[in-house]
C-alpha cells in the first residue's frame, strides 16, 4: 500500500502535507481502494472554518458514502474543483492531483496528534492483523 | 461476535487470483469487485461481454403434473400453459400475501420443472415447497450440485455460440439443452442486467472448466456483485430484501404482471384484497439532481418535508450519470407526486419521480 512518508495521517485515512502553515488533504491510497470508483465529491466551502477530527466534507463511491475528516483545524483557503467534473482522480492520483482542499492551518501543536507516515503504516498493518475495517458490513 | 462460516463457490479460488474483493452475500463470500473496478465492469456489461459466477443461487427440481404436484399452487405465474423449453419469472407468496421468494420456472419436460431461488432463501424456500407440494411430485434440491455461470452484454452471443454451438438460436426467456465441454447442460437466454445474456447451470465440480473457456474469450471481463446491484436497478429489477420481502407483495412492489389471478396459489386472497387502491405502499423509481446517490436507509419526504417513504435500492448510476432510487411512499401520499426530497438527518437532496426502467437501451431483447 503506497504512503507518503513526510505527510502526516489520521486513522480515518485522511493525509494532510503542510507547508508555510498551509495543509493540503486528502484521502490515503488505503481509503481510495477500500471505497472503489469515487462518483462524488462534496466540495467545502472556501473560506470555511474547520476543527481538527470534524466532518469537512463527504465521498460518495458507487455503492456506498462515506465522511471525510478534517485533519487539523484552520480556514479553507482552496478546494479542488476538478473533481467536481472528475471525481476519479483520487482514485488515479489520491496524494497528489486528487487532493480536496487547502487549509491555513491555525494550530500547528495539533500536528502532534496524526501519525508520520512510519507510525500510518504500523497502523494499517493493525488493522490487517484485526482485519479489514471496510468488510464488516 | 462469531459469525457462522460462509459458503463459497466453487470458483472461489479463481476470483481470488484475479485479484476479486470479497464480501459476505446471503451467506456467501462472493466477489464484489475485481480490479478493474465497479465502473469498468459496467462497460463490459453494456458495450461488451461481463460474466458473473452465480453458484450461490439455488436450483430445485420438481417432478410431477402441474396443477397434481402442487407446483402451480405455490407460485404467482401461470406455469400449466408454459410451454416446454421456456422460463417464467413469478414468486412464491406467504397467506398474507408477502413475498416468501422470486423465481424462475423453467418447464424442462411435460411433467418436469427446474426452479431457480435466490441464494440466502434456498433453505426457506425448500422447506415452503416440501410443504405445500402433494404427494404426487417429487423434490430434489440440486443447488450444492449446480454452478451457475451468467455471460451478459451486447457481445454475449457472439461468445456463447463459439463455447455452445446453437445457442444463438434461443429466444429471450427460453432455454435448451446443449452440449458444454462435454457436459449436456441447461442455457437459458435469461439474466439480470436488462442486456442480452444466458445463463449457463453446470455441474458445481466442474465450473472451473466453463469459467476459463469463457474469460480466455478476450472481449470477456468478469464482473462482481457491486456491479450486478447497479446494472439491475437501471433496469429496475427487484432484489429480494429490497423490493420484495416477507412483508411486502408483488402489486406493492409493481409486479402484479407476474401474478396470474386466473388461477389459485398461496397468499392469493391477500392479495386480491390488497391490490389496487387497497395497496398499502407504492413504489417510486426516482432520479437525484446531481450524481450523488439515494442510499438504501435513507427517507423519502414530500417537497414540504414530511416524511412519506424510504429508500430501498440507491445508486449511482453509470448509464445515466446520476443518482438513482427506488422507494416506497405512504398510500396516504396519494397524488403521485412528480417531485420528491431523500436523505437522512444531515443531507437532503431533491429527486425527480420517473418511470422505470431508468435505463432504456439494454439489448435484452437483440
Not at chain 1, 77 to 97: A, F, Q
Not at chain 2, 97 to 108: E, K, N, S
Not at chain 2, 214 to 235: H, S
Not at chain 2, 251 to 279: C, H, P, Q, T, Y
Request: charged share 25%; aromatic share 8%.
Amino acid at each position: 500500500m503506497e504512503i507518503v512518508q513526510h505527510y502526516l495521517y489520521t486513522k480515518e485515512h485522511e493525509w494532510i502535507s503542510i507547508e508555510d502553515g498551509v495543509g493540503i488533504v486528502g484521502i490515503t491510497e488505503y481509503a481510495q481502494s477500500a471505497l472503489g470508483d469515487i462518483t462524488f465529491v462534496e466540495l467545502p466551502k472556501v473560506d470555511a472554518e474547520v476543527e481538527q477530527f470534524e466532518q469537512f466534507t463527504a465521498l460518495e463511491s458507487v455503492k456506498s458514502a462515506s465522511d471525510i475528516f478534517s485533519p487539523m483545524s484552520g480556514r479553507i483557503t482552496e478546494v479542488n474543483e476538478e473533481l467536481s467534473e472528475d471525481p476519479g482522480l483520487i482514485n488515479r492520483s489520491c496524494y497528489d492531483k486528487g487532493w480536496i482542499a487547502k487549509i491555513e492551518v491555525s494550530d500547528m501543536d495539533e500536528a502532534s496528534n496524526l501519525m508520520t507516515g512510519a507510525e500510518y503504516e504500523s497502523y494499517l498493518e493493525s488493522l490487517g492483523r484485526g482485519g479489514d475495517p471496510d468488510s464488516d458490513e | 461476535m462469531s459469525q457462522s462460516p460462509l459458503f463459497r463457490t466453487p470458483l472461489y479460488d479463481v476470483h481470488l487470483k484475479l485479484g476479486a474483493k470479497m464480501v459476505p452475500f446471503g451467506g456467501w463470500e462472493m466477489p464484489l469487485q475485481y480490479p478493474e473496478g465497479i465502473l469498468k465492469e459496467h462497460d463490459a456489461n453494456r458495450k461488451g461481454c461481463s460474466v458473473f459466477d452465480c453458484s450461490h443461487m439455488g436450483e430445485f427440481l420438481i417432478e410431477g403434473d402441474a396443477q397434481a404436484s402442487g407446483l402451480d399452487g405455490i407460485v404467482t405465474q401461470s406455469i400449466a400453459a408454459q410451454p416446454v423449453g421456456t422460463c417464467r419469472y413469478g414468486m412464491a407468496l406467504n397467506p398474507q400475501g408477502g413475498t416468501i421468494d422470486d423465481l424462475i420456472v423453467y418447464r424442462l419436460a411435460p411433467e418436469k420443472w427446474m426452479v431457480v431461488v435466490n441464494a440466502s432463501n434456498i433453505g426457506k424456500d425448500a422447506a415452503h415447497f416440501r410443504a405445500h407440494l402433494t404427494s404426487r411430485s417429487k423434490f430434489t434440491d440440486i443447488s450444492a450440485a449446480t454452478a451457475k455461470i451468467d455471460v451478459q452484454g451486447p457481445l454475449a452471443r457472439d461468445v456463447m455460440k463459439a463455447i455452445v454451438p446453437g445457442v444463438e438460436r434461443l429466444e429471450h426467456y427460453t432455454f435448451g439443452v446443449f452440449p458444454v465441454l462435454g457436459e449436456d447442460v441447461i442455457v437459458s437466454r435469461t439474466g439480470y442486467t436488462g442486456e442480452l445474456g444466458y445463463e449457463i447451470y453446470y455441474p458445481w465440480d466442474k465450473a472451473e472448466r466453463i469459467w476459463s473457456a469463457i474469460i480466455a474469450d478476450r472481449r470477456v471481463r468478469p464482473t462482481g456483485l457491486g456491479v450486478r446491484d447497479v446494472l439491475r436497478i437501471e433496469v429496475s429489477y427487484p432484489l429480494y430484501g429490497h423490493e420484495l420481502s416477507e412483508d411486502i407483495s408483488p402489486v406493492e412492489a409493481g409486479l402484479k404482471r407476474f401474478v396470474d389471478l386466473n388461477k389459485e396459489f398461496i397468499g392469493k386472497a391477500s392479495l386480491a384484497k390488497s391490490s389496487g387502491e387497497g395497496s398499502g405502499r407504492r413504489i417510486v423509481h426516482f432520479i437525484s439532481q446531481n450524481r450523488r446517490a439515494p442510499r438504501q436507509g435513507h427517507r423519502i419526504f414530500s417537497l414540504d418535508g414530511a416524511p412519506v417513504g424510504d429508500v430501498v435500492s440507491g445508486t449511482f448510476s453509470p448509464a445515466l450519470g446520476v443518482g438513482i432510487g427506488i422507494g416506497f411512499i405512504k398510500k396516504e401520499f396519494t397524488d403521485s407526486p412528480k417531485e420528491i426530497i431523500f436523505g437522512d438527518e444531515k443531507l437532503k437532496l431533491a429527486a425527480q419521480v420517473v418511470a422505470r426502467p431508468f435505463y432504456k437501451d439494454g439489448t435484452l431483447k437483440a
